[in-house]
T-cell receptor, first 110, second 115 residues
Framework: SQKIEQNSEALNIQEGKTATLTCNYT??????LQWYRQDPGRGPVFLLL?????KEKRKERLKVTFDTTLKQSLFHITASQPADSATYLC?????????FGKGTRLHILP | DAGVTQSPTHLIKTRGQQVTLRCSPI?????VSWYQQVLGQGPQFIFQ???????GRGNFPDRFSARQFPNYSSELNVNALLLGDSALYLC??????????????FGPGTRLTVL
């Protein structure tokens, strides 16, 4: 069956450094991969979508890469700030449904 | 513009009861999806509706059902509630049904507690 893994449950990063989150998947070749941010008690908020033919995508301080050979996406936040502290979810489309990873809780330490 | 709205925000039920959750998508969005999120886990896909027809279904028992109305709002029904149904239920809307290719806008969720 399809599986999506975010390899860190929690990540502590010093303010100003780059935070890198990993999303790995197996048994599927998705055409799209998405990243969301979720704050406690709230619904996820869409951040970025990357297509299988795109190696990299950027939005302000965010960067996503998509390696279909490694079956891996990396999500980077540069110049991290305490306000970036949240849970980050990756998601991919499998046939007719979206599968989300468990998420990585990111803590940016002042 | 108003975002996705869900009602109620919180709900407490007892085992065996039935519950109906409601969702209004963003104006102009015709696709609505439902997710269940248990604490510490990512959202689990339940259903997607587009133009009032079911487009996708996750691995949930038949106790879970949904429908979409002509104004694109949607209801999720859960019968014979179990303790394990306690979760945050999220609704998401998008312009078209391709979930992978389209940004989904999530509502704040309904927190369901089953006692």
């Amino acid at each position: 069956s399809q599986k999506i893994e975010q390899n860190s449950e929690a990540l502590n990063i010093q303010e100003g450094k780059t935070a890198t989150l990993t999303c790995n998947y197996t048994n599927y070749s998705p055409a799209y991969l998405q990243w969301y941010r979720q704050d406690p008690g709230r619904g996820p908020v869409f951040l970025l979508l990357i297509r299988e033919n795109e190696k990299e995508k950027r939005k302000e301080r965010l960067k996503v890469t998509f390696d279909t050979t490694l079956k891996q996406s990396l999500f980077h936040i540069t110049a991290s700030q305490p306000a970036d502290s949240a849970t980050y979810l990756c998601a991919l489309e499998v046939v007719d449904k979206i599968i989300f990873g468990k998420g990585t809780r990111l803590h940016i330490l002042p | 513009d108003a975002g996705v709205t869900q009602s109620p925000t919180h709900l407490i039920k007892t085992r065996g009861q039935q519950v109906t959750l409601r969702c209004s998508p963003i104006s102009g969005h015709k696709s609505v999806s439902w997710y269940q999120q248990v604490l510490g886990q990512g959202p689990q896909f339940i259903f997607q509706y587009y133009e009032k027809e079911e487009r996708g279904r996750g691995n949930f028992p038949d106790r879970f059902s949904a429908r979409q109305f002509p104004n694109y709002s949607s209801e999720l029904n859960v019968n014979a509630l179990l303790l394990g149904d306690s979760a945050l239920y999220l609704c998401a809307s998008s312009r078209s049904p391709g979930q992978g290719a389209n940004e989904q806008f999530f509502g704040p969720g309904t927190r369901l507690t089953v006692l």
